[in-house]
């Protein structure tokens, strides 16, 4: 009998327990499902799969077959001289460095190629070889073409005309794509960072020259023999993250804006309960908005609608996962189903019809997951293949972009009616304003008269504001879902930092209920409460997907350029964050926030802990470089609280913390001040 109960305990523990997995009721629920179903989800895994503790601080190194070469700090620490070596003689801070900026080129081609790929599709358009796709926004083009070297108007006898716009967009397209393979010179973007950043970039011998050429320079660089100086190291880190962040996302970015649209605020959901028993649901994952866009786009028509009907469904409900979610989103209101760490619960409710996935953040597992359902997995992109044969492989193409989009939705729906009995979707979803982006904070905080950046920087001068943080990134299912994204924002607007949220970060804030503008009054300190409720605008501002956080970096340059707050991005009261990061890509927008200046701290762990020396370097003396500098704080409350105290050091070094303490004063200080 003990024995069988032992038994019992050892299977009860190998599965994880719902309330310590996340913080939201609808996640418990589907977890605890999944479990009497007898699946497997990544909490699960997570439970019976320990982690390699000398792999956490990065002192594995594995680049030859004389090892892998494991360094882990002696016990009690390191006294006197660090001894530890590869048998090729690397040192802990090569190997971690090395172990680092192959995860910055991980996550950099990850965006870059993203916007690669956005950028072929606008080339196509360019070239008038698709009907599918159009030029959303022409504004958007026009603003974004002097940035790229291409000229807008054209002399003609002495007077200045406006060029054509078709004319444009080719020069704009061609000169996009060189930014990924031209030989000389250096990316066209980099000067729209603020003057005093970009010479910082210039001394520091960082400046990337195309993109491509600074992530394959890492893999030449960390092959075995090659670069053994962690600073070396780390300078071309440094290239490659800036041609992310101020290259191929801000690319991604700008051009699907032009194509798609650029974002507005509006209106929609999130969470599971987006789902109904009544439709026909289809999820969209992964990244790019290529495909969704027109996916959208199909599920909306009148012959797709009529035909679910045909099949007993009472429409057709998209929803969304990870940052495609977040595209679809910001420009059409469709909601997310959840964050990375829910992907596998969308299909357990047994109401998914059709999940479709294009890259980054799909989980393999989703085949053994569907296998267990009616839900047809379909991916959709050719470098994002799974080997399982229940998925189905529809490869997109912007040649036939709606054909395509239309076969999935078709699929979706004659699947409709093979679903099983028991669909369970939970009921929890809040509603949200996302949207948020460089133009509308401009519209919103300077009003349709002074459309720009002043309003935001006085409130900020005179403290209602108390700074600004980034507060972006993954789950990771090492830690409890939601709880640090949650507590780190609570914590921030009740001190009165307003937050800009982009990624899986920016869709915890949603299921919370924090993006919306009634928010302010409930958590928000007295400053950032009036101020959202003067303007209407939640605390927490939802700027879009990963490689939307070069809408930050835009906004954060424009806060410079308005004046009043310093001369660069360093000068600025304001702080990044990723409480629960998990993927290489954040690794690569912590550097290039780290090298524009940014005060920039991550929850979990980063793996460099096993290389005191490195770690210092990353914490401590990039900020004489760049301005900013990494810092790791696992606690959310301590880790906004350090993003507060970097945000006062700037105030304080700003002159206008004054300000701050008369805008605090509470009740009884003012009471004090008018009796005297
Ligand atoms: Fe070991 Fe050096 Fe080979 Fe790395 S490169 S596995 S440290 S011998
Ligand atoms: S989806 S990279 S889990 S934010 Fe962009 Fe979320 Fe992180 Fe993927």
């Not at 030989?183 to 970039?201: I, S």
């Not at 979707?425 to 904070?441: D, L, M, N, Y």
């Not at 900020?460 to 507590?487: K, L």
């Not at 780190?488 to 899986?504: F, M, Q, S, Y």
């Amino acid at each position: 009998m003990a024995e069988v109960k032992k038994a019992k305990a050892e299977k009860e523990a190998k599965v994880a327990d719902p309330v310590a997995a996340s913080i939201d009721p609808a996640t418990q629920q589907m977890l605890r499902r999944a479990q009497e179903l007898g699946i497997d989800t990544v909490w699960d895994r997570a439970v019976t799969m320990k982690q390699c503790n000398i792999g956490l601080q990065g002192i594995c190194c594995k680049n030859c077959a004389m090892g892998p070469c494991r360094l882990p700090l002696p016990k009690g620490g390191i006294e006197g001289e660090d001894t530890r070596k590869g048998l090729c003689g690397a040192t802990p801070n090569t190997i971690a460095a090395r172990n680092f900026i192959r995860m910055i080129a991980g996550g950099a081609a990850a965006h870059s190629d993203h916007g690669r790929s956005v950028a072929e599709v606008f080339l196509s358009v360019a070239r008038k070889e698709t009907e599918d796709y159009k030029i959303k926004d022409p504004q958007k083009l026009m603003a974004m073409a002097p940035h790229l070297g291409v000229e807008t108007t054209v002399e003609v006898d002495g007077e200045t005309k406006d060029r054509d716009l078709d004319e444009i967009a080719l020069e704009v397209a061609e000169k996009a794509m060189a930014e990924w393979g031209k030989p000389d010179g250096e990316l066209e973007y980099l000067k729209r960072a603020p003057k005093p950043l970009y010479e910082k970039w210039v001394k520091a011998g960082v400046r990337p020259r195309n993109i491509d050429r600074e992530i394959v320079e890492i893999m030449h660089r960390t092959h075995m023999g090659v670069d053994q100086d962690y600073k070396n190291l780390i300078k071309q880190g440094t290239r490659a993250a800036l041609a992310d962040g101020w290259g191929g996302s801000m690319l991604a970015t700008d051009l699907q804006d032009v194509m798609f649209g650029t974002p507005y605020p509006l209106q929609s959901e999130a969470n599971l309960g987006i789902m109904k028993e009544d439709h026909v649901n289809i999820i969209v994952h992964g990244h790019e908005p290529v495909l969704s866009e027109m996916i959208v786009a199909a599920a909306a028509s009148k012959e797709m609608i009529d035909y679910a009907k045909t099949k007993g469904a009472k429409g057709i409900q998209l929803g969304g996962i990870c940052c495609t979610a977040n595209e679809i989103l910001q420009r059409h209101g469709v909601p997310p189903a959840g964050t990375f760490l829910q992907q596998e619960l969308a299909i357990i409710t047994g109401a998914c019809d059709a999940m479709v996935v294009d890259v980054q953040c799909v989980f393999q597992n989703l085949a053994n997951v569907a296998k267990c359902f009616h839900t047809k997995l379909i991916t959709t992109h050719p470098i994002a293949r799974m080997e399982q044969n229940n998925v189905e492989h529809i490869e997109f193409d912007e040649h036939h972009a709606m054909d395509d989009a239309k076969r999935i939705v078709k699929m979706a729906i004659d699947n409709f009616t093979n679903r099983g009995a028991e669909v369970m979707i939970p009921r929890q979803k809040a509603t949200q304003i996302a949207g948020f982006g460089v133009e509308s904070i401009q519209y919103h905080l300077g009003g349709t008269f002074r459309g720009n950046y002043f309003t935001l920087n006085d409130n900020i001068i005179n403290g209602r504001i108390r700074g600004i943080g980034g507060v972006v990134g993954c789950n990771n299912a090492r830690t409890r879902h939601n709880e640090a994204h949650i507590a780190v924002v609570k914590e921030l607007i009740k001190n009165d930092v307003i937050v800009l949220t982009t990624g899986c970060n920016g869709i915890a804030c949603a299921m919370e209920g924090l993006l919306t503008p009634e928010t302010a009054g409930v958590y928000c300190g007295p400053g950032l409460a009036e101020v959202c409720e003067t303007v209407g605008i939640p605390p927490v501002l939802h700027m879009g997907s990963c490689v939307d956080n070069s809408r930050i970096l835009l906004a954060a340059t424009e806060v410079v350029n308005a004046g009043g707050l310093g001369k660069d991005i360093s000068d600025l009261p304001a702080a990044g964050s990723a409480p629960e990061w998990m993927s290489e890509k954040a690794i690569s927008i912590g550097q290039y926030f780290v090298a524009s200046g940014v005060y920039t701290v991550f929850g979990v762990g980063l793996p460099v802990q096993g290389a005191p020396v490195f770690q210092d370097y990353l914490f401590n003396e990039l900020e004489n470089v760049y301005g900013g500098k990494w810092d790791l704080v696992v606690d959310p409350i301590e880790h906004a609280q350090a993003m507060i105290a970097h945000i006062d050091k700037k105030r304080k070094a700003l002159g206008i913390d004054k300000a701050r303490e008369r805008v605090l004063m509470d009740m009884a200080d003012r009471m004090k001040l008018e009796s005297a």
